[in-house]
């Protein structure tokens, strides 16, 4: 496999690392309400594609907390993988998760997790030296570190080892790469409309003023105007 050849629902799997809160309370490198916005949006983009993912947490009842509960929802049926370690790397049902994907082509793994400067980055380096065959595409706007700086170098070092730096929509819009795909087409407008901020106001406007489709919900009258006297 080759990094020139782009993220497909086929080639890819992605894996979720620490969305904790307390992992998330130490965030400093960008809004956390946003990182969380792009973690949803992510998973949902996955969910869309029918792309394998794993979700792995740390020391959750002791210390991190549960994941995201937005996150779960949109996974309800998958396993959470529970670990001690700080890297994911060094736990065996993680592994595991990933080399079974893998075997059925998926070898190019999307990480989002937190710290990115501990528990994306051990994970990384550590999976590219134990399989070369993998290639890690590290989401970095729905990862975050406890500094700007933290962040901002640990997506460096990786860089420098392989990684391949990512948004998450465009990992979205990878996956569904022709609008002609009617398929996936609606459910990735809506997601586009939800998570993706002007863009999905766009979206919203276009189709409503331009194309003069329905508005999304409904509401009660529009009343007035009517000027005081």
Request: with cysteine; glycine share 6%.
């Given at each position: ?14 894996i979720?690392i ?5 992992m ?12 969380k ?24 009842e ?22 001690t ?13 990933l ?14 997790g937190?710290?990115t ?38 997506m460096?070092?990786?860089?420098q ?10 990992v ?17 407008t809506?997601?586009?409309k ?13 189709y ?12 009660g ?9």
């Amino acid at each position: 496999m080759s990094k020139l050849e782009v993220l497909t629902p086929v080639n890819s799997q992605l894996i979720f690392i620490d969305q904790q809160p307390q992992m998330a309370f130490g965030v400093q490198s960008i809004d956390r309400q946003v990182l969380k916005n792009n973690v949803v949006g992510l998973a949902k983009a996955a969910k869309v594609f029918d792309i394998p993912t794993t979700i792995t947490t740390v020391e959750t009842e002791s210390f991190s907390g549960h994941t995201y509960p937005e996150l779960l929802a949109v996974f309800p049926e998958n396993d959470i993988l529970e670990r001690t370690s700080m890297n994911s790397w060094d736990d065996q049902n993680v592994r595991d998760a990933l080399a079974k994907n893998a075997a059925n082509g998926r070898k190019k793994i999307v990480v989002s997790g937190l710290w990115t400067e501990v528990c994306n980055t051990t994970f990384a380096l550590s999976a590219l030296r134990d399989v070369p065959d993998y290639e890690i595409y590290m989401v970095a706007d729905a990862s975050g570190g406890t500094s700007a700086d933290a962040h901002k170098y640990a997506m460096d070092r990786m860089v420098q080892a392989g990684v391949i730096p990512v948004t998450w929509q465009q990992v979205l819009l990878e996956w569904q790469r022709d609008w002609a795909r009617k398929e996936t087409y609606d459910a990735v407008t809506t997601l586009l409309k939800e998570h993706s901020g002007a863009y999905g106001m766009g979206i919203d406007y276009a189709y409503t003023m331009v194309h003069k489709a329905a508005e999304r919900v409904t509401h009660g009258k529009r009343i007035g105007p009517n000027p005081a006297k």
